[in-house]
């Protein structure tokens, strides 16, 4: 295994023969054989050791482990405690997900304040194929089908190549001593069920199991490769960036058969998850609209708008996120709780609040836009109550409509939306000015 590293480091990784490096150590077989091998090849690197205080003596047993091994080959270390229950009691996470989060910030706290570029861990193989398989049950796209990566931002991974078995023979020709984590006896987490019920069957299903399953995460990642390839060139034919705003031509979207792989490709990364609605949006009527928790995608004539819910979407398009007293941009609203309706004029309206639904849009018309107008029945198109206001061409251009969920609450100035307007049985009532 020496030799077979001994290349790998040289092929992959062979800025760490000639600058120091930390390695994240549990005291486990996994990172104790990474220090080991580190030591053979004369790497310059110093330990990094976590105790997340969660298995009382154990967790301390551990982290006096490393500290001794450390001492005794005389390699520098620096150990951290954690209490670990009462943050994830008050951060409301799981523990597994605060256990991570504090690592890994303590990892690059470390990396930024002593100047080091790289961190190595100690995940194999073996922990590429439960990554896989958890995210294949979970349901994923062909990201989440590519195993651990060997190379993540400063995490390294210099063992992914090697198996859990080849790192237990070695730990064994090599008298490697370690400490053994109860807790993955344990069945209580999916990884470790993963581990000991479902990979031994594969594995007796097929001995090369694992061969094979590196075969085929190689060409998972190559197939990864081809995708982010094909879909920067259909980025750049398609999409245009203007400020914090990226605009997608629909009818070129729609030249490519498989434009649905493209949109999950380009917007996955802003958290979306009503793929089916992204995907319809592009049929939609103007001033649809798809919300993730951060960004907001929106249908405007034959382009979709992609913007962060903190910025306009573009000249025609402002997000009012909550409650304010006060707008600017792109017209002057004071906005205002009050008990009850005064006498309205065309720059004021009274609106129910439990009909009304944050963030609002202040946009301009779109074809296909109607609303019902306060002291009419019925609904009515904007294009044809332009034209019996007589609206001029100019005059058109220069509305704004407030909208709550693709709804005309106001046509700012001119008139109220029956669905919106509050009444003298309104709760709570929202005075909006136009000042």
Request: aromatic residues 12%.
């Amino acid at each position: 295994m020496l030799e077979k590293f001994t290349k790998h480091i040289q092929s992959n990784f062979p800025f760490l023969t000639k600058e120091k490096f930390y390695i994240a150590v549990s005291g486990g077989i996994d990172s104790m054989v990474l220090v080991d091998l580190c030591l053979k090849l004369k790497l310059d690197f110093e330990i990094l050791h976590c105790n997340f205080k969660l298995r009382d003596d154990e967790s301390d047993g551990d982290m006096e482990f490393v500290e001794s091994y450390s001492n005794k080959n005389f390699v520098k270390y620096k150990t951290i405690c954690f209490d670990t229950k009462d943050v994830a009691q008050t951060e409301k996470e799981s523990i597994q997900i605060t256990a991570r989060n504090l690592r890994y910030r303590w990892f690059y706290e470390q990396l930024q304040e002593n100047n080091v570029s790289f961190l190595a861990t100690a995940h194999h193989l073996d922990d590429s194929l439960e990554t896989f398989l958890i995210n294949l049950s979970r349901g994923t796209g062909i990201e989440g089908l590519t195993g651990i990566p060997e190379r993540n931002d400063k995490i390294i991974r210099p063992l992914l190549p090697f198996s859990r078995i080849e790192i237990e023979e070695y730990a064994k020709e090599n008298s490697i001593q370690w400490r053994e984590d109860s807790s993955n006896a344990s069945n209580k987490y999916v990884r470790n069920k993963l581990r000991h019920d479902v990979i031994p069957i594969l594995k007796e299903l097929n001995p090369s199991f694992l061969n094979s399953f590196k075969n085929t995460l190689n060409h998972l990642q190559e197939v990864e490769t081809l995708i982010q390839d094909a879909s920067q060139m259909v980025y750049k034919d398609v999409a245009q960036e203007k400020g914090t705003t990226i605009s997608f031509d629909i009818p070129l979207l729609l030249q490519y058969k498989n434009y649905t792989a493209y949109l999950f490709q380009w917007l996955n990364q802003y958290g979306f998850t009503a793929w089916n609605d992204i995907y319809e949006l592009v049929y939609a009527q103007s001033g649809k609209q798809v919300f993730s928790e951060t960004h907001i995608l929106l249908k405007d004539r034959d382009q979709l708008l992609l913007s962060s819910k903190k910025h306009t979407l573009n000249d025609n398009f402002y997000l009012i996120e909550s409650f304010e007293r006060k707008v600017n941009i792109p017209l002057k609203l004071a906005f205002s709780r009050v008990v009850n309706i005064f006498e309205t004029n065309s720059n004021c309206i009274f609106v129910d609040e439990d009909k009304i639904k944050f963030p609002l849009v202040v946009r301009k018309w779109h074809e296909g836009d109607y609303f019902y107008p306060s002291g009419m029945s019925g609904k009515k198109k904007l294009s044809k109550y332009f034209k019996d206001e007589k609206y001029s061409l100019l005059d058109k251009e220069n509305q704004w409509l407030l909208c709550s969920e693709n709804q005309i609450v106001w046509v700012i100035g001119k008139r109220a939306d029956n669905r919106h307007i509050a009444t003298n049985t309104t709760q709570q009532i929202i005075k909006i000015d136009l000042t």
